[in-house]
């Protein structure tokens, strides 16, 4: 079996991505186009990555008798069935159970008989709740024990009144909310308890209003008014559920990561990830409740893995029947990399912060194990991922990001006094890193002439717009940037180093940075006193401004080797495993 060794992460990145479309809007909004159809006219589905849940759900469009055709790499067009489509059909899934189940539900719109099937992973998923909701609407539906293959008498529904139990998985509900408009008098669904990651049966309401249908919907009761779905084209967003690999990544270390196509706000419920997240700062015991997200459980309990305490992860009883048992899986591969949890029938008991070492992790195929052991081994060393193509049913494009974003590190902004070496350091630090180094006063120099005689011109004032100006085209990704000792004296430049940069504070005492200057006739004065003289004045109203802002604190009088080696441990230190800057320490 082939496997990927997890790359190193030394550095906080600074990077926007561009996301896969996320699978579960474009599986639901392919159903509905399909629907759509039925005006006679082809709708347009664009920002569909074709990841392998989306292609199990197009070819079974395709064995329906839909005309489904990729005209781009992310765009589909659905053309309506023709005058004599198929009468049967054996669909296969792979390993895709949103595919199964609204392929399920619509089969029984579609008059033929139909077989859906897949892996033997699906096999062990259940469609026992969908199936029996849909024979009470009249459906002629046989699964095998709760669970596929699953066979279909289409074009046999007549209810419009149905009891479903998703306390399983919400696609139950989605699935029957996505075909309901279709009966004759609608959908009245009542359900049978609690509805698992009910977020997400919001989101195909909300999908279905956007199309003009109309629905009420409440954690007990869903009535569906018969209509059709308006046309034309439809786009997929990017998916959240994938960015939240970066956001723990981002929060573990620093990293300033965003995706550009991520709407903001969303309907999908990994987009609110945050507040889960900052449950995890700080050491001692947490609980946390993953029933509203529970594509996040894994990314969460590697977080957990690296924190200092146990946490408590509830609400995912329904995290055993995905693609794997993804409570086991994450316990499996922890206790495989040195770690230690308890599965629990709802949830896992992970306990944090002990070494952790390299091993050999199987995801058993399932796609979000594969990403979340990837977290974790950008900390740890050695981890090694099998079958590592199985993140292709989700995000084809997931390890070739990773590579990618390990490149963009964050800016190194170097703060401090005249005096105090920021520009031999930075040019030293940027040898040291491979990055690029930018010092602002000699871009001024080559811009506007020698800074004395400028100051003496124009002013301060203006010296200084000019000076901002320069920081932030400076402050990009992978730069090294010396900054003039004043420019941290400005509100809007000191917002620009804590949203853009790391800042290296080079801090030197009155005595120091006197000495230094003692005899300067290039720098202009800042008070009207001699350079030297006027050192201890402004460092003591720079000081405060200095140590708000700073990440790292690196002696002024230390020699340049000394001071590079430690700004390069300090900067780490959030990307290795206990890092000081850590949540928690």
């Known amino acids: 079996m082939a ?112 077989t859906l099937d897949g892996e033997a992973a699906l096999r062990r998923r259940p469609i026992g709740p969908l199936a029996h909701a849909l024979r009470e609407l009249g459906a002629e539906v046989e699964d095998t024990a709760g669970c596929p293959p699953v066979r279909v008498r289409g074009g046999t529904l007549q209810g419009s009144r149905c009891t479903l139990d998703a306390s399983a998985s919400g696609q139950f509900a989605s699935a029957l909310l996505l075909v309901g408009s279709q009966l004759p008098h609608g959908l009245e669904l009542q359900f049978a308890g609690p509805v698992a990651s009910y977020d997400y049966v919001a989101w195909t309401a909300a999908l279905l209003r956007e199309r003009g249908l109309r629905i009420e919907l409440t954690p007990s009761h869903a009535r569906l008014h018969p209509g059709t779905p308006s046309g034309g084209s439809y786009a997929v967003e990017g998916d959240w559920s994938a960015f939240g690999t970066f956001a723990c990544l981002s929060f573990l270390t620093g990293s300033r990561l965003s995706g550009r196509n991520l709407p903001q706000p969303s309907q999908q419920a990994d987009a609110r990830l945050g507040p889960l997240l900052a449950q995890l700062a700080g050491s001692g015991p947490r609980t946390l409740d993953v029933s509203s997200q529970p594509d996040q459980f894994l990314n969460l309990a590697a977080v957990a893995a690296l924190r200092p305490g146990t946490t408590t992860f509830t609400g995912g009883a329904n995290l055993r029947h995905k693609e794997s048992d993804r409570i086991a899986a994450m316990a499996t591969g922890l206790h495989a990399l040195g770690g230690s949890a308890q599965a629990r029938p709802d949830g896992l008991v992970v306990h944090g912060g002990q070494p952790l070492h390299g091993g050999h992790i199987d995801p058993q195929a399932d796609h979000r194990v594969a990403m979340a052991f990837a977290l974790l081994g950008l900390f740890v060393p050695g981890v090694h991922i099998a079958a590592p193509e199985c993140v292709a049913k989700s995000y084809p494009g997931f390890w070739d990001d990773l590579e990618w974003l390990l490149t963009q590190r964050r800016c190194i902004a170097v703060v401090g006094m005249r005096g105090a070496g920021k520009s031999t350091f930075a040019r030293a630090f940027a040898a040291a890193t491979d990055t690029v180094c930018v010092d602002l006063d000699a871009q001024f120099v080559q811009a506007h002439g020698p800074i004395a005689p400028y100051v003496a011109a124009h002013g301060w004032p203006a010296f200084r717009d000019q000076e901002s100006a320069l920081l932030a085209a400076a402050l990009q990704p992978g730069a090294v940037v010396a900054t003039g000792g004043g420019a941290i004296e400005r509100a809007a430049n000191r917002r620009l180093l804590a949203e853009r940069a790391l800042v290296v504070w080079l801090d030197g005492d009155v005595g120091l940075l006197r000495a230094r200057l003692v005899g300067d006739t290039v720098r202009p004065s800042l008070t009207g006193a001699p350079v030297g003289e006027e050192v201890a004045a402004v460092l003591a109203q720079r000081q405060p401004l200095y140590t708000a802002a700073a990440t790292v604190r690196i002696p002024a009088a230390l020699p340049t080797a000394e001071q590079v080696a430690l700004a390069r441990r300090c900067l780490g230190a959030p990307c290795q495993m206990f890092g000081k800057h850590k949540p928690g320490n």
């Open 3 to 114: 496997e990927r060794l997890v790359p190193q992460l030394a550095w906080p990145l600074d990077a926007t991505l561009t996301l896969p479309g996320s699978k579960s809007a474009a599986n639901r909004l392919l159903v509905l186009a399909a629907l759509a159809t039925a005006s006679g006219a082809p709708v347009v589905v664009s920002g569909a990555t074709p990841s392998d849940d989306v292609q199990h759900l197009v070819a079974g469009l395709e064995a329906f008798g839909f005309d489904v055709h990729w005209t781009a790499s992310d765009t589909l067009t659905l053309a309506p069935r023709g005058p004599n489509p198929p009468r049967s059909g054996h669909l296969h899934c792979g390993n895709a159970g949103t595919a199964l189940r609204f392929l399920t539900a619509l089969a029984a719109l579609l008059p033929g008989t139909w």
